[in-house]
């Protein structure tokens, strides 16, 4: 048996990707209204930094899933991280979403290859969870920089939306597999137990 957190890993981008769909829409345009998602920007990146670099330095996963979910996760907690930090001094996001455009490049590829890899149990969902995420980040500097054109907002929103959508189909199937008492999680005891 092997540690498996990628269901708190699934949520996180859920969450965070809900997030970024309200900064979208509320705060993308006016800083003050943009600080108060700071916060939840921080605890979308604290947890998928401290989940992605154990995974990525511990390998706790069967063999190359730990590349496929360790590292991006570890990138899209950075620049969560860093959207926080920007969002809550008041600073310009473009940095932060040149970081996210090569993070995207990252996810893009990953996705690529859990698609043509035949990984994870669903791998067109999986895959397309990332392509669709790494998207997203290839796209940041652009919706950035027209952040004040309504039609650039909106088609941000629906890309965000959709991988939202990828993603929380993905987590369910997760959250639902692993509690499943039937399945092997649901069988599983620690070794002091047994």
Do not use: C
Request: avoid cysteine.
């Amino acid at each position: 048996m092997f540690v498996d957190y990628l269901t708190v890993f699934m949520a996180d981008v859920v969450a965070g990707l809900g997030v970024l769909i309200a900064f979208v829409l509320k705060g993308l345009n006016d800083s003050e209204k943009a600080k108060p998602f700071a916060p939840a920007f921080a605890a979308v990146g604290l947890l998928a930094i401290a989940t992605g670099l154990h995974m990525v330095l511990t390998w706790p996963l069967p063999g190359s899933h730990n590349i496929a979910f360790g590292e991006p996760f570890l990138l899209y907690g950075f620049v969560f991280l860093a959207a926080a930090i920007a969002v809550a001094k008041g600073w310009d996001l473009m940095p932060t979403t040149i970081f996210a455009l090569f993070a995207g490049i990252y996810a893009i590829i990953v996705g690529g290859s859990i698609i043509g890899y035949g990984m994870t149990r669903h791998p067109a969902t999986s895959g397309l969870g990332f392509i669709v995420a790494g998207l997203v980040g290839v796209l940041s500097p652009v919706v950035w920089k027209l952040r004040e054109n309504k039609v650039i907002r909106f088609l941000g929103v629906v890309l965000l939306a959709l991988t939202l959508l990828l993603w929380f189909i993905t987590m369910y199937g997760s959250v639902t597999g692993h509690m499943n008492p039937q399945g092997s999680f649901g069988k599983w005891t620690p070794i002091p137990m047994r």
